[in-house]
């Protein structure tokens, strides 16, 4: 497999990652506001939508401010979904620096 080939499933699968993550953290923000009420929607009727939507924001470190956690169990996901968030970012960015930098020195 080339150096080229590498990086694009490398990315890829990254990707895929920061996908699954944030899915996987807007099912526990549905299921625990469904149970305990942890999250503050503003909008009349929340959706699953909502929820994706909030995790997404929140993984990549934007933010949303009709949305806010209210319970400590919500505090503690949010903390741990922006450092994963940071985490999974980073190891993106840095595979395409690998990536470009092995190209840089085939030059």
């Given at each position: ?60 470190t934007l933010g949303c401010d009709y949305i806010t956690p209210t319970k400590t169990l919500a505090k503690v996901l949010v ?29």
């Amino acid at each position: 497999m080339h150096d080229r080939d590498r990086a694009r499933w490398h990315f890829v699968a990254f990707a895929f990652t920061l996908i699954d993550v944030s899915m996987i953290y807007a099912f526990f923000y549905y299921f625990f506001d469904r149970l305990y009420g942890i999250v503050n929607i503003s909008a009349k009727s929340s959706s699953y939508i909502d929820y994706i939507f909030f995790s997404v924001t929140t993984l990549t470190t934007l933010g949303c401010d009709y949305i806010t956690p209210t319970k400590t169990l919500a505090k503690v996901l949010v903390i741990s979904e922006v450092g994963m968030g940071i985490f999974l970012l980073v190891l993106i960015i840095n595979t395409g620096l690998v990536h470009y930098r092995r190209l840089y020195e085939k030059l």
